[in-house]
T-cell receptor, first 112, second 116 residues
């Protein structure tokens, strides 16, 4: 069974400090991995996906297959980064379904 | 582009009645849409996969006769909560998969259902 674990429910950091959100997964195969973000009173939106290898809004995430992790990092947090972050997994794109399994979410609070 | 809408945004209904929630992809076609449920301070749980022109696929533990899904066109899926009970009160979110854009899913704003 596929599962996504985000061990931290809340991360509170000061502006300018680094932030790292942990995500571990279990899946038999090579899944697609994503980070979604939900700002206050807004809909869920894609932040980044591992196959893109992009840096979005200063965030990066590295897939570590050995540790089955996909941690999200930003070297200098900004107040506008305060939001709910969800790590998610899906079977490979070409597989049937493309269903997303979400982690429990981590709330990030960036203090001034 | 790639906007998904949901209607209504908020609904209150009496126990025993049915309520329909619509999910529309506004500027793209979606052969597949997904319905999620989110309880307060919890994550999204996939309920079912809605496939245009065919029956929905339900996740384990989700009653298909309770949560009726219809995906009659490439831009509209509906979720009907039948004979609603207070325990059905939740936040229901849909997403639509854009098959022309690397299969990215776009999420609707959600519908808050309260059953009294």
């Amino acid at each position: 069974a596929q599962r996504v674990t985000q061990p931290e429910k809340l991360l509170s950091v000061f502006k300018g400090a680094p932030v790292e959100l942990k995500c571990n997964y279990s899946y038999s195969g090579s899944p697609e991995l994503f980070w979604y973000v939900q700002y206050s009173r807004q809909r869920l939106q894609l932040l980044l996906r591992h196959i893109s290898r992009e840096s979005i809004k200063g965030f990066t995430a590295d897939l570590n297959k050995g540790e089955t992790s996909f941690h999200l990092k930003k070297p200098f947090a900004q107040e506008e980064d305060s939001a709910m972050y969800y790590c998610a997994l899906s079977p490979p794109i070409k597989a049937a379904g493309n269903k997303l399994t979400f982690g429990g979410g981590t709330r990030v609070l960036v203090k001034p | 582009g790639a906007v998904v809408s949901q209607h209504p945004s908020r609904v209150i209904c009496k126990s025993g009645t049915s309520v329909k929630i619509e999910c529309r992809s506004l500027d793209f076609q979606a052969t597949t849409m997904f319905w999620y449920r989110q309880f307060p301070k919890q994550s999204l749980m996939l309920m079912a996969t809605s496939n245009e022109g065919s029956k929905a696929t339900y996740e384990q533990g989700v009653e298909k006769d309770k949560f009726l899904i219809n995906h009659a066109s490439l831009t509209l899926s509906t979720l009907t909560v039948t004979s609603a009970h207070p325990e059905d009160s939740s936040f229901y979110i849909c997403s639509a998969r854009n098959s022309g854009s690397n299969y990215e899913q776009y999420f609707g704003p959600g519908t808050r259902l309260t059953v009294t």
